[in-house]
């Protein structure tokens, strides 16, 4: 609808624009032919000769010739035009060339700009040519300018078209912030639903828990009572430890990482991530395969973080799989940059969602299944980390064939 109406509003700017210059246009043609026909009148009446009904002539959309008996003199045609131009206010400037049939040629040319007084009257080089069919004595006058000036006289027009452009981009960013809102709310809403069931196993469990001790044989049973307390304690720390974890991850941001940065191998710690990775890994028949090439792995990041980063990856290159995990991370040195390559054989992704998995809380949408948890805060977490050490992280990714996330951070000493 917003498209159709600004469809609308540019093809009616366009055509009244093009109308006011028409218009425009008309009314300089007008005004030369006037002025002209005076200035032939004028120079008949010195000879009392008596003015043809239409002396003058429009060749081209710039170019005006008029008919005279005698070949004029320069000066005086020159003054004639300048003082009738200006009558009809024309301050254009003007080429004009004078013509003898009798040598076949242009005798006489000159150019004039108002802004200059006239002067000695010379002869210069000026674009005015023979036209054919004409008889007699005759001069000719050509506007060089004339398309623009009439551009500038549509100085209101002028406003309009601002306007409009102004009214365009406001409409684009209208339609793009309601894009953005619709996809916001989209991930708002699956962010809800993920939230409700990660949350709500934990309170069903602790309610249940309740339920049971509430019963006064269970309450004698000491043993029991043991057991569903300690249930108790767990889920609720659990549900703590979830619901502070996602509080902490929405707010952080690079500037509030609060980083402990310090001389850092890089090697070690994704040894460190492989370790902790490994049993799930092998419990899903997965294999990972390191392949350590950069000679200096050393960067100046906070440990903790960078193998939360490094981990975080490991574990989505393991849980976004559905065949036998193959995962490979391997290292290189290039233009004083260490690159680390996370690839995996898992579902992949489509470009589309390329271009948000690093947004808070968006997860590719699997309608509603529930197979792998998460929040969609993991590539989040991770980009504001890279992001916070003034590294880069790039992905590539083939829907059913794999993803390949790189990290590139300055190599440090
Ligand atoms: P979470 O794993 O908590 O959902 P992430 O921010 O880590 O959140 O990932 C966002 C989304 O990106 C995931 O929902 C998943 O669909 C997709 N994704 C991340 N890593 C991979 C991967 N290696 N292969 C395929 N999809 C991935």
Redesign the pocket.
């Known amino acids: 609808m917003a498209l159709i109406l600004l469809a609308t509003i540019i093809v009616f700017q366009y055509y009244a624009t093009k109308q006011s210059y028409q218009y425009n246009d008309n009314m300089f043609n007008f005004k030369v032919t006037v002025a002209m026909t005076s200035v032939v009148k004028r120079i008949l009446a010195i000879n009392q000769d008596p003015a043809p009904t239409e002396p003058v002539k429009q060749l081209t959309d710039n170019y005006f010739v008029a008919n005279v008996n005698d070949t004029p003199q320069p000066y005086l045609l020159e003054t004639l035009l300048r003082e009738e131009f200006q009558k009809e206010q024309l301050t254009d400037d003007f080429e004009y060339g004078i013509y003898d049939c009798f040598n076949d040629s242009i005798v006489f040319g000159s150019r004039v700009e108002f802004d200059e007084p006239l002067g000695v009257v010379q002869q210069e080089k000026v674009d005015i040519d023979i036209p054919v069919n004409m008889d007699g004595h005759y001069f000719g006058v050509r506007f060089p300018n004339k398309s623009t000036s009439i551009l500038k006289e549509l100085n209101i027009e002028k406003y309009a078209v601002i306007l409009v452009v102004f009214i365009i981009a406001f409409f684009g960013y209208t339609i793009f912030l309601m894009l953005r809102q619709r996809r916001l709310s989209e991930v708002k809403t699956d962010f809800i639903n993920n939230m409700t069931h990660e949350l709500k196993t934990p309170i069903s469990t602790i309610g249940l828990s309740a339920d049971v001790l509430s019963n006064p044989n269970v309450q004698k049973d000491e043993e029991r009572l043991k057991q569903y307390v300690a249930i108790i304690k767990s889920e609720s720390d659990r549900l703590k430890s979830q619901v502070e974890k996602v509080l902490q991850l929405a707010t952080l941001t690079p500037r509030k990482a609060n980083l402990n940065k310090d001389r850092l191998d890089l090697h070690k710690v994704i040894l460190g991530a492989v370790a902790t990775v490994q049993p799930a890994l092998e419990e899903s028949s997965g294999k990972i395969e390191v392949k350590l090439e950069a000679a200096n792995p050393i960067i100046h990041g906070d440990p903790v973080h960078i193998t939360n980063v490094i981990y ?2 490991l ?3 393991q ?3 559905d065949k036998d995990p193959l995962i490979s991370i391997a290292t290189k040195n290039e233009g004083g940059k260490l690159f680390i390559t996370i690839s ?1 054989n ?4 489509k470009p589309a ?1 390329l271009r948000m ?2 947004d808070k809380f ?3 949408p ?1 309608g509603d299944l529930h197979n ?11 980009k504001t980390i890279v992001k916070a050490h003034k590294g880069k992280i790039t992905v590539e ?1 083939t829907p059913g064939e ?2 390949s ?1 790189t990290i590139i951070f300055n190599s440090s000493l």
């Open positions: 975080n990856l574990d989505n290159a849980k976004y799989n995996d898992g579902v992949g992704m969602q998995i690093f968006y997860r590719v699997t792998v948890k998460g929040f969609g805060l993991g590539l989040f977490y991770v990714s794999g993803s996330f």
